[in-house]
């Protein structure tokens, strides 16, 4: 198995698509079904037992000759924003695949499982990494009743899907019996490619946390009202996102005002309600803690200046995941001793399945580069060289781990 597989089977996936002419492949529709089941047929040439779980996930193992050890378990997502990239998830899942069918007739001290979790960007329910989160022990049931922009609910999806959505989660991995979580992942960054590297060690995820914001002032007639008799809701709210955006600036955040919604405007009416969300992220979880109490100050001093009303509502949080110190020591041998030079160690800001599986396991992820940083977009794309580099560290990594003086267990 080599670079040219993964790429065409990558070429093969996207074809899985919901709207034509672009991939939007989302969590237990019909696409994502034949995705899974293409992924199975892969699974099963490289000798992998397959299954699929509770919550949709798609599983290949490689069966050891001593199962008494835990298993190191291998993955990332299927599932797409809407207009994706074909990279994004997916070549993690297809390096898993083809690493252990290079290792096919290699007889190793523990299982290893390769999982295509199935629904890591939230797209359809808004509810990110509901596959590694079941596998993790962690499914909510609250999520079953959210229903999709069809008013289709997560448990309707499921029965749809051949799934028993009252046994979504059930099926849980259980620490003992796992080894480590590997997960590697396109970088979605410009940081190797500024640094003329092929891959990457991954240090740690950025905790994040996603409020749902809503600023309240007096509609009016945009003719007759002085400006200075106004409680603009627009007004106040761009004066927010500006506000935020100078505070990330100068307390090394990122911060995203990334949807806005005007439930009633019009052209000539001074808008009286605006609602925003906030996508805020750091390395440090201290740090991101303290940072959204004093931006809270901050945006309801702007509220209270302009006479208008500010509510707030976290929806999402995700705290920072440092990697494991032994696994990345681990990657970092493998790169060195697949591409002869010193590795890179970077961390993340974007979320990774890897979050999740942090619950459950030591987790290690090692990153490609990507063209120019972009992801979660059509021009989305990686050197082929580069995924040549990735395969032959992942099977690198796999071996390394299941030599006695490496072992992780």
């Known amino acids: 198995m080599d670079s040219d597989t993964v790429m065409s089977r990558a070429d093969e996936l996207a074809q899985f698509s919901s709207t034509p002419g672009a991939l939007t492949r989302t969590y237990l529709s019909n696409e994502h079904k034949l995705a899974h089941k293409t992924l199975a047929n892969w699974m099963k040439e490289a000798g992998l037992t397959v299954w699929q779980d509770s919550a949709g996930n798609q599983w290949g193992r490689k069966v050891s000759a001593t199962p008494s050890k835990p298993t190191l378990i291998i993955g990332s997502h299927s599932d797409t924003v809407v207009n994706a990239g074909k990279y994004d998830g997916n070549l993690g899942i297809l390096l898993g695949i083809s690493a252990l069918q290079r290792l096919q007739e290699v007889e190793l001290p523990f299982h290893v499982d390769v999982v295509a979790f199935a629904d890591e960007e939230g797209t359809r329910f808004d509810t990110t990494l509901i596959g590694s989160s079941a596998t993790a022990g962690r499914f909510n049931a609250d999520w079953l009743s959210i229903t999709d922009k069809q008013g289709i609910s997560m448990a309707e999806a499921m029965q749809s899907f051949g799934l028993d959505a009252e046994r979504a989660g059930l099926d849980a991995r259980q620490p ?71 505070y990330a600036k100068q307390n090394q955040l990122v911060a995203t005002v990334g949807k806005c919604e005007l439930p009633s405007g019009s052209v000539n009416v001074i808008p009286g309600e605006v609602l925003f969300t906030l996508d805020i992220r750091s390395q440090d979880q201290e740090k991101l803690e303290a940072s959204c109490e004093e931006l809270f100050v901050l945006l309801n001093k702007i509220a209270k200046k302009r006479g208008l009303r500010f509510e707030s509502h976290l929806f999402y949080e995700a705290e920072a995941v440092p990697c494991s110190e032994s696994l990345q020591e681990l990657w970092g041998t493998s790169v060195e001793l697949t591409t002869k030079q010193a590795p890179m160690f970077l961390p993340s800001g974007a979320g990774h399945d890897a979050l999740a599986m942090a619950h459950l396991t030591d987790v290690g992820m090692l990153f490609v580069r990507c063209e120019k940083g972009i992801s979660h977009n059509p021009r989305e794309a990686v050197i082929h060289e580069d995924v040549a580099v990735a395969l032959d560290c992942l099977t690198k990594m796999i071996t390394l781990m299941a030599e006695p003086n490496h072992a992780i267990i």
């Open 176 to 246: 003992q019996d796992v080894m480590a979580y590997l997960e590697v992942h396109i970088e979605q960054g410009p940081v190797l490619e500024a640094n003329n590297k092929a891959v990457g060690v991954v240090t740690g995820i950025a905790g994040a946390k996603r409020y749902q914001f809503r600023v309240k002032g007096i509609a009016g007639h945009a003719g007759t009202v002085p400006l200075d008799m106004r409680a603009d809701a627009m007004c106040g709210m761009a004066h927010m996102a500006v506000a935020i955006e100078d």
